[in-house]
């Protein structure tokens, strides 16, 4: 009941946000932030009944009893969809993730958002919700139905709130999410069939389709619609192209949300149905999903670095970064995928953080054009050290979460191929060059005069409460990455033994 | 008492956090007692650690706690002391030490006083965590850090965007060896199992014989890192670009510490490096020629900083001879000897720019002897000791890495031949440097004198300078013994008149005038060598053709996104179908009905066609 709980208070915390605007307009910020502390607080509360969580047994895969959290309810008996929720140390790590960076981007639209506040705060919310839904189903047909949650409160977040060309970047989003979804659908209704074919019984639990028999050639082609539908969503290259006009475009929560959190889920798929339910065929897959990784990391720095638009460098990074976990989770041994779970956490902050200052950024000068920034150190220091931090988490920066996340990727990938570590280690060298263009475009530099005549304002207590989290996050990532390490290590543990 | 040694690298850490906590609204006398007593703090310790381990020389290792594990990869944030270490640790905080003091008058009107020694404080640490880390891992951590403090450092004045040029390209050309360097740790740890560098080589040694391919193949790597770092070819170009940092900095990072973690990453796995004696090779060789190469070009610049810079990358060419023909300790102790003289050169560069409204030219510069008699001392000194002239500490340290080279197999007289042509080119380009800058007319008149906080580091260094060579470094139990044996005296001889030679010529050509060399300057040949020495060989302008312009066009030409076109397509194909179907939708009667029937015609024909006996 914990986990519906979980779901349940960001549904209607969601309402109570937008009918709260009522009450002023500043209200619903509030209610929203409250709302999302009391989700987190809520589950800190029930883990801290729990044993100790760096103690965690390895779950079995196809035993939910083994897992830290089951939920069970009839919902369509007739078809065996039910309403099953379970939780292990991956997607614990996930879920907190998730709302701890729900309540930053809720600070993030604090000043950010100036119309319907209301309707925005449920919208966020509701993603949220959709987003737990997603690390927390292992119903076939659950999982697919908050997939979809999750996409269109997003949606009105980007096509309402978002930018001077939102309606373009919503509709892709859509489009994207909804087609590869579709994929997505027929490979769970065609596994789902072939399972009943095998064992007479109608059901779309995970935990009964684990291990589902059938022919190398099925096996392929179901594989290829999860694949699909998560890549798309990671995104790995060449299907990343929704990607760099959502994130622009959207406003800096739904940025921070979208990167920080929806990619995720993308990489969450990959490692919890797209390779345990097919592991033949997986495998089989492999090369050419590394490939992807290592094409996207290069392909990403090198776009990163020709942009002039603050939020659209950033997003191209993200597009980077994420090939370091299609990488990690496709070379699929403990370091490498122990990798890939710390990126998808370090890269959730760092990239957050980033897309906070290019909003600050954007709120104060009124542009995200790095052309017309230039020398804002001296205007906001504060801001400055602050990206300069963020900037050398991205870049991979030693003692920071990034490096650990990148660095286990490489060691583990190195041990299956080589080459391809070299290749994608050509990615440190690339990403160095363009995170350190950004900071000379926009902090560094000649000041702007125009600029110093705006008087512009550094970082205040809020925000810079914020990115003290963050940074805190990220340091603690780097130099005692441990208790994350061990909360994964059994459920990846247990992961491994499903492929051959 | 030994336990305590995570605190010399915390000291300086916590200092530069609260420095860069403070936003800059502490009063300067507090920032400058914080950023010098940390370092001083830490020298002192550093002392102290030192004397017990004379009294008692015994290897410390200390965990701190396991940084992360994951199976059997489990690095630990643990220290590792021996004598080497002790040597890097005590350079470290002590010039360390120097010029921080040096850098409170140095920077005394610069409105970002906190911000420079909150950056030069966490390089102390990150430097000290490099020299002291027990397994690759950590040591790439403060390899990195340093990295990063050199970075902020050359870049220190922010608003002029060819700091932050220079600052880049500093990074950058050091993060491709730092990437190869990572590949060689991934390498290691796959076929060795541990990065722990101890057991490490160990392992190496069991499992690999010498002469073999993936030790090799490890040592390349590792050389990759190490030749970024310490900026020798083919990766020293970012070190010219780098003096736009402050001159302390330059001091500190850019000659006396960062630069040589790279000689520093060699000498501490040199047990790896036995195995790989092509490796060592390559590093004899790469030592050598970037010696040269960098000592041509010294002669021809006329900035300051410089000309001190390409010295720099020349005298860590000399290192990593000494590091390839296996002359261990002739390589530490040179290391050692050139942080003493170098910082000085350094520091005394900064004094004169301090003093002469920031001028670099020395060609701007003349006369200074007895308006600065510190800084002329200075100079004398270290341009001694780096031209090695008898009985300073550049000649005991230098001697030995020519006469260890000498005894080389095969190539040992050739590479000694070409160290000597180099040490004549040093004596030249450090005398000139001397002359032209402290005899003769005055050009610029200093609006100073130094200050006692840059008078006392100068002389301290001197005083090192002059017998820093007759120290004794407890390297023995670290590396194998060397032979013992020594070549011919003749050999000797020369080795030591050469810097003499040297240093007649530098009097003849830039002080009496008696040898006239512009007929040869003038001629032809002459302006075409001149100027591809001046530009460092061309090396910079190959690149900026080889990787940087074509890296530029690159990403502009993808920043249109092609593969988004490929979903344009899509749209397009999709529109043009909507297009062509919306025209049937024309509103006129006359044209539904006719497509009505037509269809209908259509369809009744077709039906016809698959079942005629319907009719």
Redesign the interface.
């Known amino acids: 009941m914990i986990m519906v709980n979980l779901i349940l208070i960001l549904l209607v915390g969601g309402l109570l946000a937008m009918i709260s605007e009522r009450f002023g307009k500043n209200v619903p910020r509030i209610v929203a932030l409250g709302i999302v502390l009391i989700d987190l607080v809520y589950l800190l509360s029930q883990l801290s009944g729990m044993s100790d969580l760096t103690q965690l047994q390895a779950p079995i895969p196809s035993d939910p009893g083994t897992w830290l959290m089951h939920f069970k309810a009839e919902w369509i008996p007739a078809f065996g969809i039910s309403l099953e929720l379970a939780l292990d140390g991956i997607s614990l790590l996930m879920v907190t993730l998730t709302l701890v960076l729900g309540a930053i981007a809720v600070s993030a639209s604090w000043t950010d958002i100036k119309i319907r506040r209301g309707f925005f705060e449920a919208n966020l919310l509701w993603t949220l919700a959709g987003v737990l839904g997603v690390f927390m189903a292992l119903d076939l047909f659950l999982f697919f139905l908050f997939w979809e949650v999750m996409l269109i409160p997003m949606y009105f977040m980007i096509a309402i709130w978002g930018h001077e060309n939102r309606g373009y970047a919503a509709m892709k989003f859509f489009i994207f999410t909804q087609v590869s979804g579709l994929l997505m659908l027929i490979s769970i209704l065609a596994l789902v069939s072939v399972n009943q074919s095998a064992t007479g019984q109608w059901s779309f639990s995970y935990f009964d389709l684990l291990g589902t028999p059938m022919s190398e050639k099925v096996a392929h082609w179901l594989m290829l619609g999860f694949f699909i539908a998560f890549v798309v969503k990671l995104p790995a ?2 299907f ?2 929704w990607l ?1 006009d959502a994130h622009t475009q959207a406003p800096t929560a739904g940025s921070v949300i979208l990167a920080g959190i929806l990619l995720k889920t993308g990489a969450y798929g990959l490692i919890r149905f797209a390779v345990p339910l097919f592991p033949e065929a997986a495998m089989d897959f492999s090369y050419v999903a590394m490939a992807l990784g290592a094409a996207g990391i290069i ?1 990403g720095a ?2 990163a ?3 002039t638009d603050f939020k659209r460098l950033i997003a191209y990074s993200s597009v980077s970064h994420m090939g370091f976990v299609l990488l990690g989770v496709y070379a699929w041994n ?2 490498a995928l ?1 990798g890939a779970v710390m990126q998808m956490v370090a890269h959730g902050f760092s990239t957050a953080a980033l897309f906070m200052i290019a909003g600050a950024l954007q709120e104060r000068l009124h542009t995200r054009e790095l052309r017309e920034m230039g ?1 804002l ?2 205007h906001m ?2 801001m400055g ?1 602050v990206a ?1 931090f963020f900037v ?1 988490a991205s870049l991979g ?3 920071l979460g990034n ?2 996340a990148e ?2 990727v ?2 583990g990938l ?2 299956v191929d ?1 080459w391809m ?2 290749v994608a ?2 990615g ?2 690339a990403g ?2 363009y995170s ?2 950004l900071m ?1 475009r926009s ?5 702007n005069p125009k600029l110093t005549e705006m008087g512009l304002v550094d970082f205040g207590t809020r925000e810079m409460i914020t990115m003290v989290v963050m940074m805190l996050a990220l340091i603690g990532l780097g ?4 208790p994350l ?1 061990d909360m994964a ?1 059994p459920v990846l543990q247990s992961l491994l033994e499903v492929t051959p | 008492m030994r336990e305590l040694i995570w605190l010399i690298p915390l000291i300086p850490l916590l200092s530069s956090v609260t420095l ?1 906590l403070s ?2 609204k502490f009063p300067r006398l507090l920032i400058g007692l914080l950023g010098v007593g940390s370092v001083g703090s830490a020298a002192l310790l550093t002392l102290a650690l030192g004397l017990d381990f004379m009294a008692n020389p015994e290897v410390l290792q200390l965990t701190l ?7 059997s ?1 489990a690095p630990g ?1 643990a220290f590792y002391f021996d004598g080497l270490t002790l040597v890097m640790m005590s350079v470290i905080t002590g010039v360390g030490f120097l010029i921080h003091l040096f850098s409170t008058e140095f920077m005394e009107d610069d409105v970002s006083y906190a911000r420079y020694f909150a950056y030069l404080n966490m390089f102390v640490a990150a430097m000290l965590v490099l020299v002291m880390a027990d397994n690759l ?1 950590l040591l ?2 403060g390899w ?2 340093v990295g ?1 403090c050199s ?2 450092l050359v ?1 220190f004045w ?4 060819a700091n ?2 220079a ?2 390209k500093a ?2 050309v050091t ?2 060896g ?2 190869a360097m ?2 060689g740790l ?2 290691l ?2 076929e060795l199992g541990t990065l722990n560098i101890q057991s490490m080589v160990g392992a190496a040694n069991e499992s690999w014989q010498v002469g073999d391919t993936l030790p090799l193949i490890a040592c390349l790597l590792l050389l990759g890192g190490a030749v970024g770092k310490s900026a020798q070819l083919p990766l020293h170009t970012w070190l010219p670009d780098a003096m736009a940092g402050p001159t302390p900095v330059s001091a500190l990072i850019h000659a006396a510490t960062m630069v040589t973690a790279g000689v520093y990453l060699i000498a501490r796995t040199h047990g790896l490096f036995l195995l790989a004696p092509t490796a060592m090779l390559v590093v004899a060789i790469i030592g050598i020629t970037t010696s040269l190469i960098a000592a041509f070009t010294a002669l021809m610049q006329s900035d300051i900083k410089r000309i001190l810079a390409y010295s720099t990358i020349s005298q860590i060419g000399y290192m990593f001879l000494a590091l390839g023909v296996g002359a261990w300790t002739a390589g530490i102790f040179h290391l050692m000897t050139h942080a003493f003289f170098k910082a000085l050169l350094f520091l005394g560069s900064g004094a004169i720019i301090h003093c002469l409204h920031h001028e670099h030219n020395i060609f701007k510069m003349g006369g200074l002897r007895s308006k600065m008699p510190v800084t002329f001392w200075s100079f004398m000194i270290g341009s001694a000791a780096l031209a090695a002239l008898p009985m300073t500490s550049g000649f005991f340290s230098k001697d030995q890495i020519l006469l260890e080279a000498y005894q080389f197999p095969d190539i040992g007289p050739w590479l000694w031949f070409a160290g000597l042509c180099g040490a004549l080119l040093t004596a030249m380009y450090s005398f000139r440097l001397v002359f032209v800058v402290f005899f003769g007319q005055v050009k610029t008149k200093p609006d100073k004198d130094t200050g006692w906080r840059m008078a006392l580091p100068l002389s301290v260094l001197c005083g090192l300078s002059l017998v820093g060579g007759y120290f004794i470094i407890p390297v023995e139990s670290v590396f194998p013994m060397s032979t013992g044996t020594h070549p011919a005296h003749w050999v000797e001889y020369v080795s030591i008149s050469v810097p003499l030679v040297g240093l007649l010529l530098a009097y003849l050509i830039f002080q009496s005038g008696q040898l006239r060399v512009d007929g040869l300057v003038n001629s032809a040949i002459g302006k075409i060598m001149r100027q591809f020495w001046l530009s460092g060989w061309g090396i910079d302008w190959l690149y900026e053709r080889l990787f940087v312009r074509p ?1 530029y066009a ?3 030409l ?2 249109a ?1 092609p ?2 076109a ?2 344009g397509l899509v749209v397009t194909f999709n529109e043009a179908l909507n297009g062509w179907l919306s025209q049937s939708q024309t509103g006129r009667m006359r044209w539904y009905i006719t497509s009505m029937v037509a269809g209908l015609v259509v369809l009744v024909a077709v039906a016809l066609q698959l079942s005629p006996e319907a009719i």
Not at chain 1, 443 to 447: D, I, M, Q, R, T
Not at chain 1, 479 to 482: D, G, L
């Open positions: 290259f060449p990343h192209t760099p392909y090198i776009l670095f020709g942009q403990e370091l122990q020398g150190w001296q220091p504060r050290a300069m050398l920066l030693p003692g490096f650990v660095f286990l490489l060691l190195f041990q080589p570590t070299a280690a050509l440190l060298i160095a060059v350190l263009m000379q902090f560094h530099g000649e000041p130099i005692y990455p441990q390490l290590q | 860069m936003s800059g706690w396991t940084w992360m594990q994951v199976g990869f944030v891992l790439y951590l990195e850090g990063v970075y902020l870049g922010y608003q002029n965007s932050g040029q600052a880049r990074f950058i993060r491709i730092d990437t990572a590949l991934l390498l740890f796959t890296y690159f990403a502009s993808l920043k996104e593969v988004d490929v979903y």
